[in-house]
C-alpha cells in the first residue's frame, strides 16, 4: 500500500485550464520521496491537494489506503503533515511554545499533557531553549525548525515539506536538512516527502520523482537519474556540486569511483 | 520611526501587576473607564489620579515611558483648547491684547486632558503589564457567557493573530519604504500630491503581500486540523487568586463610592458639571 496515491488526478485553479492532468503518483510508505521540479511545475498543488487544501475535479486521491473526501478530511489531516516554504507565515502563536501547542489544542490533546510533549519535539529540532521567544526574534530557520516540531507533535505518519528551506540561508538549510536526516534515522516508520527545486537535497532520497508541467516525468534512484545530464537539462533541474565535480575530474582523466558522499569522494583523491 | 511605539507594548517584568489576573486586570480596566467618566469633582479626580500613580509606582514602569506614550496628546491637548477658546464664554475674562480668553475655557480643557491623560495611562499599564496573548485569553473568558449568540473563539483568534502579525508588518513596511526609496520614491519631501504618490507605491505591496500572507496562514492553520468550530482544548490556563477577587472588590467599593457622590451632588459643589457644560453650549 502506498502512503500516498494520485489516480488521474486533475487539477486546475478556479476551473481553468487544468495545471495537473491525468496525474499518476505513488509515494511508498515509510520512504524519503523527493519530488523534484523547476518553480511553477505544480509541486505546491500536488501538496496542497494530497493534504485536501484544494480539491481534485477529477480522479481519486488516496491517503494510506484512504480515499480522501470531505468527510475523512479530518482523518487525513491527523495523517498527513505539511511545513510550507515561508517562515514567518506558518508561525501562529505568540510564542515557540504556543505555536507548538496550537496543533495539539487542535487535535484535543489533554492540555496537562502538552508542556512534556512540547518539550520533547522542542529537544529534537534543537528548539528546546527558545520556548518562551517570540518569533520576531528567531531566524528564518529557527522558525521552521519550530514549524516542523509543531507537526512532528501531532504525530503524523507522513511528512509532507514544501520547499520548507528554499527562504532559508545555508546554515538554516542545513540546520533543516540535518533534522530531516536525524528523522530518516530514526523513525524510519515515517513517510516523507520532500517537494524541492533545490536538487542537493535529492542525494540521499530513497526515491526521486521528477515533475513538469504538472506530469511525472522519471521515477527513478538518485543515482540512475542524477547522473543522466540530459533528462536534468530537459526539466530545467541543475545536477548536484558533486556530479558537476565529478564530471570535471572524468574530463580532467583522474580515477576515482563514483559516489554521491562528499566525504567518500574527499577520501578516494 | 517604527520602534519607538510604546502605546499598547508588553514590559516584560514579575511586579504585582503583571502577576495578577489578566481577566481581573481587564475588568479592573472597564470598571476604571467608568469612572473617569463620572463628573467626580475636584477631590474625586485628586484621589483618582493617586490610585493611577500607586498603579504606575506597582507596576515598575519609567516615566518615560508614561511620557511617550502621551505623546500623540499634545496635538489633541492644543486642538481642544482652540475649541473651548471659542465655545467657552463663562469665568472670569482675561484681554490679551484683541484677544479674550475666559478661565472656564482653561479649566474645561484641563479637565478633558486629565481625563484622558488617566485614560491613556491606565491603557498603557494594562497593556504594559499583560501580554498580548493573556489579553485575548481574558476576552476569551470574559464574553464567555456570549457563546450561544456568537463564537467568541473566532474573536479572540483573530485579535491574537493580528497582534501576532502587527511586527512582521511593521518589517514589512520598512523592507517595501526602502525597496521603494531605492528607486527614486521619496517619502519625506514634496508636496502633498507627490507625498500621496509615494504612500501609494507603499500602501499596494503592502497590502497585496497582506492578501498572500493571510492565504498562507489560513492554509497552514488549516493544514493542522484548525476547524474554529470544532471542539478544541487550550494549552493556556488562567489562574484566578484571592488577590484578585480583593483587587477587583476593593475596586468596584471605589466605584460605588464615587457614583454615590456624583449622584448625592457633592461632586458638583466643587465644579460645573460637564454635563452642565454641555447644557450650556446647546442653549
Ligand atoms: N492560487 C492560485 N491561483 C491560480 N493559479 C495558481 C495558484 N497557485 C499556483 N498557481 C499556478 O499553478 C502553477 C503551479 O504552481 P505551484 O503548484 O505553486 O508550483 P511550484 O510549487 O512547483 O512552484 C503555476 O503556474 C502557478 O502560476
Ligand atoms: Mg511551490
Known amino acids: 500500500m502506498d502512503a500516498i496515491k494520485f489516480e488521474n488526478v486533475t487539477f ?12 499518476n503518483l505513488e509515494i511508498k510508505k515509510g520512504k524519503y520521496t523527493v519530488l523534484l521540479g523547476h518553480n511553477g511545475s505544480g509541486k505546491s498543488t500536488i501538496a496542497k491537494l494530497a493534504i485536501g487544501l484544494l480539491e481534485c475535479q477529477d480522479g481519486n486521491i488516496f491517503i494510506d489506503g484512504i480515499e480522501l473526501n470531505e468527510k475523512n478530511l479530518n482523518q487525513i489531516r491527523s495523517k498527513v503533515a505539511i511545513v510550507f516554504q515561508n517562515p514567518d507565515n506558518q508561525f501562529i502563536g505568540s510564542t515557540v511554545r504556543d505555536d507548538m501547542a496550537f496543533g495539539l489544542e487542535n487535535k484535543c490533546v489533554d492540555p496537562n499533557l502538552m508542556d512534556a510533549m512540547i518539550e520533547e519535539y522542542a529537544k529534537k529540532v534543537n528548539m528546546h531553549e527558545f520556548l518562551d521567544t517570540e518569533p520576531t526574534n528567531l531566524s528564518g530557520g529557527q522558525k521552521q525548525r519550530v514549524a516542523l516540531a509543531g507537526v512532528l507533535a501531532m504525530q503524523p505518519d507522513i511528512l509532507i515539506l514544501d520547499e520548507a528551506t528554499s527562504m532559508l540561508d545555508p546554515i538554516g538549510k542545513k ?5 530531516i536526516q536525524e528523522l530518516k534515522v530514526k523513525r524510519s516508520e515515517m513517510t516523507i516527502l520532500s517537494i524541492t527545486h533545490h536538487i542537493e537535497e535529492a542525494l540521499f532520497a530513497d526515491e526521486i520523482i521528477i515533475l513538469n508541467n ?18 536534468l537539462n530537459q526539466n530545467a533541474l541543475e545536477a548536484p556540486f558533486i556530479i558537476q565535480l565529478e ?23 | 520611526m517604527m520602534s519607538n511605539i510604546t502605546l499598547g507594548r508588553y514590559i516584560p517584568n514579575n511586579t504585582f501587576f503583571h502577576r495578577l489576573d489578566p481577566r481581573c486586570k481587564l475588568l479592573l480596566l472597564f470598571i476604571f473607564m467608568i469612572t473617569i467618566f463620572i463628573n467626580l469633582g475636584m477631590i474625586g479626580y485628586i484621589v483618582l489620579g493617586l490610585v493611577v ?13 508614561i511620557f511617550k506614550s502621551l505623546k500623540p496628546m499634545w496635538f489633541m491637548m492644543i486642538f481642544i483648547f482652540v475649541i473651548n477658546l471659542f465655545v467657552v464664554k463663562t469665568g472670569t475674562p482675561w484681554h490679551l491684547g ?18 484622558l491623560f488617566l485614560l491613556i495611562s491606565t491603557s498603557t499599564i494594562f497593556t504594559a503589564t499583560t501580554k498580548p496573548l493573556d489579553i485575548t485569553i481574558a476576552i476569551e473568558d470574559l464574553f464567555a457567557f456570549l457563546k450561544p449568540i456568537m463564537n467568541v473563539h473566532i474573536l479572540s483568534m483573530m485579535i491574537s493573530i493580528a497582534l501576532r502579525f502587527i511586527p512582521t508588518i511593521l518589517e514589512e513596511t520598512n523592507r517595501i519604504m526602502k525597496a521603494q526609496a531605492s528607486r527614486g520614491v521619496d517619502f519625506v519631501h514634496g508636496k502633498l500630491k507627490e507625498k500621496a504618490k509615494a504612500i501609494t507605491s507603499l500602501i499596494i505591496p503592502l497590502f497585496v503581500s497582506a492578501f498572500a500572507r493571510s492565504d498562507e496562514l489560513a492554509n497552514a492553520m488549516e493544514a493542522r486540523s484548525y476547524n474554529p468550530y470544532a471542539q478544541r482544548t487550550r494549552y493556556r490556563k488562567l489562574h484566578w487568586q484571592f488577590k484578585d477577587s480583593l483587587i477587583l472588590i476593593l475596586s468596584i467599593v471605589l ?11 457633592f461632586a458638583k459643589t466643587w465644579n460645573t458639571s460637564i454635563f452642565e457644560w454641555i447644557k450650556g453650549w446647546f442653549k
Open chain 1, 12 to 23: 486546475g485553479y478556479h476551473n481553468q485550464t487544468p495545471i495537473i492532468e491525468n496525474l
Open chain 1, 175 to 179: 540546520e533543516i536538512f540535518d533534522v
Open chain 1, 214 to 231: 504538472g506530469k511525472v516525468v522519471k521515477v527513478g534512484l538518485p543515482n540512475d537519474l542524477l547522473y543522466d545530464q540530459n533528462l
Open chain 1, 247 to 269: 564530471e570535471k575530474l572524468k574530463q580532467a582523466n583522474i580515477p576515482f569511483e563514483p559516489t554521491l558522499d562528499v566525504k567518500e569522494l574527499v577520501k578516494q583523491l
Open chain 2, 53 to 65: 500613580l500607586l498603579c504606575f509606582i506597582l507596576s515598575k514602569i519609567s516615566i518615560l515611558t
Open chain 2, 98 to 115: 484683541k484677544i479674550t480668553i475666559y478661565s472656564n475655557a482653561i479649566f474645561a480643557t484641563l479637565k478633558i486632558v486629565y481625563r
Open chain 2, 255 to 265: 466605584l460605588a463610592g464615587f457614583i454615590t457622590l456624583a449622584i448625592t451632588g
